[in-house]
């Protein structure tokens, strides 16, 4: 049986200055929608604002609301990379997403057949 | 810097493989690697005149001349190479040249026959039909 491709996205730009965040989301929505590949996605340093702030302080911060839950309803996983060693489930602000440590990113990583930078 | 992005980009270079020779020696020897008709998806995200695009028109340019069926999806910052004569350039050499259509109508970028302007899906087809994708954000 062939498998999808696995697709990661690591988004680490900061979506209160750059609009690389949002599209980030938009991509990968886009991606999962069609059902050809596995995509998850996974907000790094001041990306993490994305899932935490109000969207009207990012630039097209709607696109987070509108776009990520239709990742994880396609099995795909929405994370943040915390500082801290522990893994918990958290939602904010309506987006539900996991918090994950290095070691998990690195899994996540190494399951992944692309990996897509934003 | 932006990264270049994929995991699968080592097999588009000729396969190097130590074999045994006579003598017991071992010597290192290229094998060529037939890439006629193999299938390379690009994705460029950035604009014309950062370096990810410039590497990306590069790597298209090699890999058409290789006999590589190339692919190329211009996203985000990208939509605005389009134009570019180096990829209007190898879209005449054979090379598919897709746009994001609502990327080009954020950046007021007029509907012409300089690309295919296409929506997501067409990143889902490269993505799971090419032999390899790369991308450059």
């Known amino acids: 049986m062939e498998t999808k491709p696995a697709v990661l996205f690591l988004v680490d730009s900061d979506p209160r200055t750059s609009h690389r ?44 609301e509108r776009h990520l839950p239709s990742i994880a309803e396609s099995s795909g996983i929405i994370a943040a990379l915390e500082v801290r060693d522990s893994s918990s489930v958290a939602k904010r602000d309506g987006i539900e997403h996991k918090s994950i440590n290095a070691t998990e990113l690195s899994e996540l990583s190494a399951k992944a057949t692309q990996l897509l930078r934003f | ?61 090699t890999a058409l001349a290789a006999g590589v069926n190339v692919y190329c999806y211009c996203i985000d910052d990208g939509v605005a190479g389009i134009r570019d004569e180096r990829l209007q350039s190898l879209r005449g050499r054979g090379m598919k040249l897709h746009v994001c259509a609502m990327g080009a109508e954020k950046r007021d970028l007029a509907i012409d026959d300089s690309a295919v302007f296409s929506g997501l899906t067409v990143v889902g087809d490269l993505i799971a039909n090419t032999d390899r994708f790369v991308s450059f954000n």
């Not at chain 1, 059902?35 to 709607?62: H, K, R, Y």
């Not at chain 2, 060529?32 to 950035?46: A, C, E, Q, R, Y």
């Open chain 1, 21 to 64: 965040p949002a599209e980030a989301a938009r991509l990968a929505a886009g991606i999962a929608a069609w059902g050809q590949a596995t995509v998850s996605i996974c907000f790094c340093g001041p990306a993490t604002a994305a899932l935490s702030e109000w969207p009207e302080d990012m630039i097209d911060g709607n696109h987070f």
């Open chain 2, 1 to 61: 810097m932006r990264g270049i992005s994929s995991y699968r980009t080592a097999g588009l270079r000729p396969a190097v493989r130590s074999r045994s020779i006579d003598s017991g020696l071992r010597a290192k020897q290229t094998l060529p690697v037939d890439l006629h008709n193999k299938k390379l998806g690009l994705l460029i995200s950035v604009a014309p005149g950062q370096p990810n695009f410039d590497h990306g028109v590069r790597l298209a340019e």
